[in-house]
């Protein structure tokens, strides 16, 4: 299984980008699928997450800015953010948990090779 990121970019403060993921290989069931991100010297830290038929779910600092939505033919995510400041400058990672085909029961997270996010001020 492989998740492939893009729509980095760079932005001015108060503009907007789109990020998309896209999940490929041997999958049978996708759980979630979500964002995470990690500035320079920090943890990374989570985004929002959307899983199969539940509720988008947000941290604090994005709610109302930022939206989370996935298209399951695809097998994709996208998260679309508006009103960037700078403090939104990070590496922006998808993720997502899923049962791949043929490996049992259990549901294993993987993770896409990050897109870089740079908003200036």
């Known amino acids: 299984v492989q998740l492939q990121a893009s729509g980095g970019g760079l932005v001015q403060a108060g503009g907007s980008l789109r990020l998309s993921c896209a999940a490929s290989?041997?999958?049978?069931?996708?759980?979630?699928m979500g964002w995470y991100r990690q500035a320079p010297g920090n943890q990374r830290e989570w985004v929002a997450r959307?899983?199969?038929?539940?509720?988008?779910n947000y941290a604090d600092f994005v709610k109302g800015r930022f939206t989370i939505s996935r298209d399951n033919a695809k097998n994709a995510v996208y998260l679309q953010m508006n009103s960037l400041g700078p403090e939104d400058t990070a590496v922006y990672y998808c993720n997502t948990r899923l049962y791949p085909l043929g490996v049992g029961d259990n549901a294993y997270t993987y993770w896409g090779q990050g897109t870089q996010v740079t908003v200036s001020s």
């Open positions: 290989g041997s999958i049978f069931s996708i759980v979630s």
């Open positions: 959307i899983p199969s038929g539940g509720n988008a």
